[in-house]
Structure formats: C-alpha cells, structure tokens
C-alpha cells in the first residue's frame, strides 16, 4: 500500500439533544461534540443526563464517538461544579472532554487522567508553538482557531506531527477572535464565554450609519441596508466546501 495515501479526516458535528446525535451519525458524521447544558458552553443544548448515556451508547455500538464540551472559561462561581462534572464524565465514559481554559484542564487531566482531552477553539490556537505548548501539557487534539490561515495550518502540521489537529469548515466567523466577544454581554446580558452567545454580529440592524473616527475627520465610514438587511459586525459564515481536496 502506498504510504502517500492521505489519511481520512474525521467529520466532526454539533449535537444539541439525542435526535440530532443520532441524525449526524446517520447522515455520516464520525463523532459529535455535545454538552449538558448546566456543566457545558453549549447552554442552550436539551441533553439530560439518561439520554446523553443512551446518545454515547449508540455511539459506540456504531463505531463513531462523542465529545463532551467543557469550554466556558472559569469563575470562582463555575469552580464548585467541576466535581460533579468530573463524576458524570466517568460514568458517561465520552472519548474525549473538550477543553479550553487551562485551569480547568488541569483539573480534569488530575482527576480523570485516563480521558483525552482537546483544546477548545475558545483556547485560540493559532501557531505551532501554542499547539506544541497544549501537547507538552498532555493534550491529545487542539482545535484550531478559525483565524489560522491554509498556510499556517501546514507549517503547524510540519511542525507539531503527534498531535491531531481539528479545524472549522463551516459556521459562523465570529467578529471577535475565536468567541471571546463581549458584544452579547453588553447587549443581551448573555456572555459567549459563558456559553450564551446571542450571536448579536450577526443580526439585522434596520439602520443607515455613518462611523467616523475621531482621528480620521471627514473619513466616513457608510453601512447601508440592502435586501438582505443591515449587518454592522459580522463577516460571512466559513464555507470551505469548495476546498476540501486541498484540505
């Protein structure tokens, strides 16, 4: 067998509840990343604990995987919640624990030292020497932010080979670096680091705006809305279907 045969990436998927696991897995996604909603940054996520077990069960009678998510970063409130949620991860056995503050991956690699873990896109994760720091730590996967271009992602690979990588091929391309925005904090009171993002970027703002900048006088700045309305922060959502050979 030739030794040039690239190896098949793994397709990776969101699970907000059973259902949508179970509909991932059968439309050809290797793994699913998911969390419970109080001990995950996937707030929003309708997963009790009975049925991400059953979810995980049927994971692995397929074959595939499943990733839970712990990537909020920490305050002294989240703090008490970590033995729960090191106690649920043994029982739930996942093949991997999302991760991007390093406080908590400590914890995690202390008390459950058997569990991979990977860094979060959260973590920011844009050069060799970041990824090659998280796999001296113990880490066995970093998500790559999003802002890492085809380039950089190549020399990383060079660079770092035991450790896999995981990159973003569709979704939103958040105005800050990597989700930690405070734009929704400040207008919806729901932080994205704590795994409430309202995704205010990307909302339609019926509005006619002229910026200018204090030092850049008679410099205007003009957002217009069209008839797709006015979007103010975000770029367009990551599609990188038209890639994927390259990849």
Known sequence: MSQNIAKKPELLLPAGSLTRLKTAFLYGADAVYAGIPEMSLRAKSKFPLEE?????????????????????????????????????????????????????????KKEIPNIPIHISTQANVCSWLTVDFWKNMGASLCVLGREVSFSEIEEIREKCKDIKLEMFIHGAMCVSYSGRCLISAFIASRSANQGVCAHSCRWKYKSKLLLEEELRTGEYLEMEEDDKGTYLLNSKDLCLMPKLDKL
């Not at 409130?77 to 093949?95: H, R, Y």
């Open 52 to 108: 991400m077990e059953e979810g995980i069960s049927f994971a692995h009678n397929l074959g595939k995987k499943v990733y839970l998510t712990l990537n909020l970063f920490s305050h002294n409130k989240d703090i008490s919640k970590l033995e729960d949620f090191a106690k649920t991860i043994k029982i739930l056995n996942p093949d991997g624990i999302i991760i991007s503050d390093p406080g908590i991956f400590q914890y995690i």
